[in-house]
């Protein structure tokens, strides 16, 4: 069990991490609205997102670090990514299957879900929505240290399909522990840690759109805040 002033210190360090955003966070109101829509391509969905959500919270979304080098260089990588025709293989359609392990964990799809912080800036159910889809496609959800929902909320809402946990490493081990505790809690079945990101990266868009990260907006440590 974790002693008194531990605890302190995890309360103590979650308070400090939602100060900053927080009058943001009171304010924003993300989208409510759930409908099917018909989208041609990635490039049209981007463009109807755009068009729904408020100028600051799409280009944080969007946009990439100083100038954008590594966020072109990763997209037309991607692009350069062909799937090879087999051809008379003998294969029929209804022969053809997409499933796969990872980590031991059987998946319908090779496709899994990075985790991605903040998704309530988009709609309201923010990684709830997320996690449902990646359930009903039998693929992995994985949640960010920053997600707008707690890991509880998470598992509930996954079932039985498996879902993992991002960390952002703190100085505090304290703090550590509590977030991987809560993880191992509610069934996460793999850690993803990020080790990348000693600071924030030097994001010109989010400067032009004089937006700051909503850290009050999101649950740091997917924690539940009282008020």
């Known amino acids: 069990m974790m002693k008194t002033h531990h605890l302190i210190r995890v309360v103590a360090s979650l308070a400090m991490l939602a100060t900053s955003g927080l009058a943001y966070a ?3 109101k993300a989208s409510t609205d759930e409908k099917a829509i018909k989208m041609t391509n990635v490039a049209s969905l981007e463009a109807r997102v755009q068009a ?3 100028k600051g919270a799409f280009g944080y979304i969007r946009g990439g670090a ?7 260089s990763n997209t037309e990588s991607f692009d350069k990514k062909y799937i090879m025709p ?16 990872l980590l031991g964990i059987p998946l319908k799809t090779p496709i899994i879900q990075a985790p991605m912080a903040a998704q309530g800036l988009a709609h309201a159910s923010g990684e709830l929505a ?14 960010s240290t920053y997600g707008n929902k707690t890991i509880e909320e998470v598992a509930n809402v996954s079932g039985k399909n498996p879902f993992f946990f991002q960390l952002y490493m703190s100085k505090n081990n304290q703090f550590n522990e ?4 809560q993880a191992v809690k509610h069934g996460a079945k793999a850690i993803i840690l990020t080790v990348d990101s000693p600071v924030g990266g030097y994001r ?4 032009k759109n004089n937006f700051q990260f909503p850290l009050g907006f999101c649950k740091p440590g997917n924690v539940r805040q009282k008020k």
């Open 130 to 143: 997320t996690a449902k889809g990646m359930a009903q496609v039998g693929s992995i959800f994985s949640l």
């Open 26 to 28: 009171e304010e924003y």
């Open 86 to 101: 087999r051809v008379l293989q003998g294969i029929e359609l209804k022969e053809i299957d997409l499933s796969t392990q």
């Open 178 to 181: 509590f977030i991987l505790a």
């Open 66 to 72: 100083e100038d954008e080098n590594n966020l072109r």
């Open 52 to 54: 729904r959500m408020g």
């Open 204 to 207: 010109e868009e989010d400067i």
